[in-house]
């Protein structure tokens, strides 16, 4: 529990790192991915950290596409690798 209230931070390092102690092994995800997730990170505290509405920047938008399709493919083998967590404790 400590892990998780002590930074609720969004780039790589804090939701892939708490997932590597639950057993997911993070090393398997793309190194694109993780770069995509520490993108979307920073664009993230841009705006929470500026108190902003919305970040000021954002990726090119002829790799809008290439950027988007990439984070939801991390995060659904991330989803998968839970499921599989989930099936193996059953």
Sequence with gaps: ??????????????????????????????????????????????AAHRNLIAAQTSPALGDLAIWTTGLIAGYRMLDDQITQLRRISA
């Design 1 to 46: 529990m400590n892990q998780i209230t002590k930074n609720p931070g969004m780039s790589f390092n804090y939701p892939f790192n708490l997932m590597a102690l639950i057993g997911v092994d993070i090393n398997g995800f793309d190194p694109t991915i993780k770069s995509l997730v520490v993108s979307l990170a920073g664009l993230r505290g841009e």
